[in-house]
């Protein structure tokens, strides 16, 4: 069974940095694309980030180019998300999120969220 | 960036009939469109992609479908588990957007 577990999320000042993990299992995690999606409280949902199958490339919104970096570890099956320069209108759930193939761009399977709020 | 414009952003409908929600793309997504449905508190669940293709493990009672650009989801047979919110993607190009989400709702 695919499982997507993420932690780490939490309450944060704006401008400080947070990084939060999502643990995969149940699949191969090396075969496949993986990235995150957030979602605002009572808002619909944004891709944020996209990482491929060995993380040798990364495609980011333009919001936060710059500000976040989406990683992998292949090894222990994790995929990350490093946010720096948080800003209020960062404050969201994220989603951990499958891509179904490699180069196939919609998400087959999801992370139950984590809560980020940056706030003062 | 493509803008997908959902409709309607609220629907209620009764056990039994059968629904559709409608996204429009600002330009040609050549049928790369996917369709998830999220019960309150949950994270999203793959119905639809390639807009007409079920996911496994999905009803038959929903259904994608195009014209152009305009998109649409139906459900048939509407059972009270259906009623939560759904989205739509475009799985086009980057970034990848989604529409702002219906929430389907019983009568």
């Known amino acids: ?120 | 960036d493509i803008q997908m414009t959902q409709s309607p952003a609220s629907l209620s409908a009764s056990l039994g009939e059968t629904v559709t929600i409608e996204c429009l793309a600002s330009e040609d997504i050549y049928s790369n469109l996917a369709w998830y449905q999220q019960k309150p508190g949950k994270s999203p669940q793959l119905l639809i992609y390639d807009a007409s293709s079920l996911q496994d493990g999905v009803p038959s009672r929903f259904s994608g479908s195009e014209s152009g650009t305009q998109y649409s989801l139906e459900i048939n047979s509407l059972q009270s588990e259906d009623a939560v919110t759904y989205f739509c993607q475009q799985h086009h190009d980057y970034p990848y957007t989604f529409g702002a989400g219906t929430k389907l709702e019983l009568k």
């Open chain 1, 1 to 120: 069974e695919v499982q997507l577990v993420e932690s780490g999320g939490g309450l944060v000042q704006p401008g400080r940095s947070l990084k939060f993990s999502c643990a995969a299992s149940g699949f191969t995690f090396s075969d496949y694309a993986m990235a995150w999606v957030r979602q605002a409280p009572k808002k619909g949902l944004e891709w944020v980030a996209t990482i491929i199958y060995d993380g040798s490339s990364t495609y980011y919104r333009d919001s936060v180019k710059g500000r976040f970096t989406i990683s992998r570890d292949n090894a222990k099956s994790t995929l990350y998300l490093q946010m720096d320069s948080l800003r209020s209108e960062d404050t969201a759930t994220y989603y951990c999120a499958r891509h179904p193939t490699e180069g196939i761009p919609y998400f087959d399977y999801w992370g139950q969220g984590v809560m980020v709020t940056v706030s003062s």
